[in-house]
């Protein structure tokens, strides 16, 4: 699997939009993006994942650039219950094998 | 179904003996998969199960570390002659199709 590229760590306001980055530029063609999250003491959460197209769900949406080298997850409204590290994963459909992670970026919500 | 379960949460362990973990998966989720995570580091894949098949294994499982899935349910991760480089979180995930989900973990400190 393709390796990401993440800040370490990100701040936000609650009840502000965030956005968290992340370069992949050497994705290849069947990898998907996948964002995971990590709340503290907790396991990882799957948040959203996507091939070309934006995507949205209850949690938040994934916005992909054209080229497909980089994206940005999207939390409209960051609670403190959202501060967590978030992992984005380049992922092999065809595999169906394993997530690799990174060390994610670690997202600080301030009240 | 409550999620993925893992026993014990917490696990500690003199050096040298050995400890063995088990993971209980959503039911009927034909993928599982083991990591470990150390403070401050993304999780680490171990290995991975397609029903009872142990399809992949990391370079980090060494001879000490032995994975089970004998009847394509639930999974033990055993280590023998444990060693204090062993303590860190042991998590569990299971998949059916694309979303992983995943265990509160297994703490494990060998003093």
């Known amino acids: 699997d393709a390796k990401t590229t993440q800040p370490n760590s990100m701040e936000s306001n609650e009840e502000e939009p965030v956005h968290l980055p992340c370069n992949h530029s050497?994705?290849?063609?069947?990898?998907?993006i996948h964002w995971y999250r990590q709340l503290p003491s907790q396991g990882p959460e799957y948040v959203i994942h996507?091939?070309?197209s934006n995507v949205n769900n209850r949690m938040a949406s994934l916005a992909i650039a054209e080229d497909r080298k980089s994206s940005t997850l999207i939390l409209h409204r960051a609670t403190l219950r959202d501060a967590a590290v978030y992992y984005c994963?380049?992922?092999?459909?065809?595999?169906?094998?394993?997530?690799?992670f990174g060390k994610g970026t670690k997202l600080s919500v301030k009240p | 179904d409550t999620g993925v379960s893992q026993n014990p949460r917490h696990k500690i362990t003199k050096r040298g003996q050995n400890v063995t973990f088990r993971c209980d998966p959503i039911?009927?989720?034909?993928?599982l998969y083991w990591y470990r995570q150390t403070l401050g580091q993304g999780p680490e894949f171990l290995t991975y199960?397609?029903?009872?098949?142990?399809?992949?294994k990391s370079r980090l499982l060494s001879d000490r570390f032995s994975a089970e899935r004998p009847k394509g349910s639930f999974s033990t991760l055993e280590i023998q002659r444990t060693e204090q480089g062993d303590s860190a979180m042991y998590l569990c995930?299971?998949?059916?199709?694309?979303?992983?989900?995943f265990g509160q973990g297994t703490r494990l400190t060998v003093v």
């Open positions: 995930a299971s998949s059916l199709f694309t979303e992983a989900f």
């Open positions: 050497t994705i290849s063609g069947t990898d998907y």
């Open positions: 039911s009927e989720h034909n993928r």
């Open positions: 994963i380049l992922r092999n459909e065809g595999s169906q094998g394993n997530l690799i």
């Open positions: 996507g091939l070309t």
């Open positions: 199960f397609q029903n009872e098949a142990q399809l992949e």
